[in-house]
C-alpha cells in the first residue's frame, strides 16, 4: 500500500472527525429509520467492561449494553484473547465444512439448554433464528398456522415482521395470514381488565378458544419470549408459559422459546423459559451469546431437527470466530456462576426501582422483570388512577440520564418503558451508582 493511500485512509478513521461530523454523515448515508437515542447522540468509540466513552471524551455508564447483547462487559479481555488467536487461525470457510469451534458451541448449548434440546443450527442473527424455528415447527409438524403473543416482536424480514405485533416496527400489513396473534400476558395493562391471580390467568387460557376459533384447529406451534424484549420488558405470571404449553401441545403444536434477549443467566437462570419451567421443543438465541459478534441459533429436539430432510446452509451462521466468543461467553457464565450473580445483582435492582417507585409514584406506573432485565413503565399520573402511556416522561428522563453519564434503554408499544439491563457480571457498587443517577434523573423528570 502506498505512503499516499494510507494517509487517505488515516484521515477517514472516526477519531479525526469530530462527533457532529460523524451525526452528520449518519443522517446522510444511513436510511432514516436507523434512528439513535438522545436530541443529541452520543458518538460512542469506546468501551471497557460497564462504561463506554464517546468521541468528545465523555464517559457513560452502560445499563443497555448494546440491546442485551454486551452481556460480559465491552471489550472483555478474555473473550478477546479466544477472537484475536481464532482470527489468525481462521476466519470463514461457511457451513459446507465442519469447524471446530461450530461443533464445540454445539456441543456446549446441548448440554445448557433444558430438557431434549440436543441439535444446532447457526444463523447471523435473531430474526434468521427465530424464521428457522418456525419453519422447523412447521416441518415437524406438518401443520402450518402459528400463534405469537401482542406486544411480541421477532425482527425485520417478512415472516418476522408478521409475528411482531408492535405497531412500531411493523412497515408493512401482515404478509403471512397462518400466523395469529394471542393476548399478551401484560398483567399492568391486562386486556380482559382483570387482577392477578384472581384472574386465573385467563389470557392463557384464552388461547383454547383462539386456536379453536381462528385456525384450522392444529398448530404448527407458539412463538414465544418469556419475557418480552422490545414489548417493554412484559413479564408473564409463573402458571403462563405451563398453561400455554399444555393447550399448544394439544392442538398438535410445539413450544418455542425465543430467548433472544432473556437467555445466557439475563433473567437469573440460564434461560428465561426455566423461570416458569416449562421444556420447548425449539430455542432461538442471539444478542448475548457472543457478547457483540454477530450469530444467532436455534436448538431442537433431535425429532424436530431430523424432519428438514431438504438441503439448508448458513453462509455467515455459525463462523468460526463469532463461534468461538460464543463458546468463550458461556465458559465465563459458567466459571463465574455469572446466573447467581444476575440473580444476586438482580434483587438489589429491583429492590431500587421499587423504592424509586414509592418515591415518583405519580410517573413511575409499574416495575418489572426479572434478573438483570428490569424495566419501569412511565404514566401520567398514577396516584390519581390514569395510567395513561407517558413517552414525553420518557424522552425527558432519557436526556436527564445522559447528562448524567448514564445510558439507559426504553421500549413497549407506546415508547414510555425504561428498559435496564447492565452486563452480567456488573458488580454493586456500579449497580447503586446507576440507581442513584436515575433517582436524580426521575426527581427532575417529575419536577420538568
Partial sequence: MSEAHTETIETRLPLEQTSDEVREGHRRHLFPCVANFYEEPAVLV??????????????????????????????????????????????????????????????????????????????????????????????????????????GYSGRSLLAQSLTAHQTYRAIPTQVAAIKHAPAPYCYRCPFKLEYPSCGVACAKDLDELIQTTTTGRIAGMLVEPIQGVGGFVTPPKEYFQIAAEIVRKHGGVMIADEVQTGFGRTGKMWGIEQYDVEPEIMTMAKGIANGFPLGAIVATAPIADSLTKGSISTFGGNPVSCTAASKVLDIIERDDLTSNAEQMGAILREGLEALQKKHSRIVGDVRGMGLMQAIELVKNEDAGDRTPNPEATKVLFEETKKRNLLIGKGGLWGNTIRIAPALNIGEDELREGLSILGEALAATEAS
Fill in 46 to 151: 469506546e468501551g471497557k467492561g460497564t462504561r463506554l466513552t464517546d468521541l468528545d471524551g465523555t464517559t457513560y455508564l452502560d445499563f443497555f449494553g448494546g440491546i442485551l447483547t454486551v452481556s460480559l462487559g465491552h471489550s472483555n479481555e478474555e473473550i478477546n484473547a479466544a477472537v484475536i488467536a481464532q482470527i489468525q487461525r481462521l476466519t470463514h470457510v461457511s457451513t459446507l465444512y465442519p469447524t471446530v469451534p461450530i461443533v464445540e458451541l454445539a456441543e456446549k448449548l446441548a448440554r445448557v439448554t433444558p430438557g431434549g434440546l440436543e441439535k444446532c443450527f447457526f444463523t447471523a442473527s435473531g430474526t434468521e433464528a427465530d424464521e428457522t424455528a418456525v419453519m422447523m415447527a412447521q416441518v415437524s409438524t406438518g401443520n402450518t398456522e402459528l400463534i405469537a403473543l401482542r406486544h
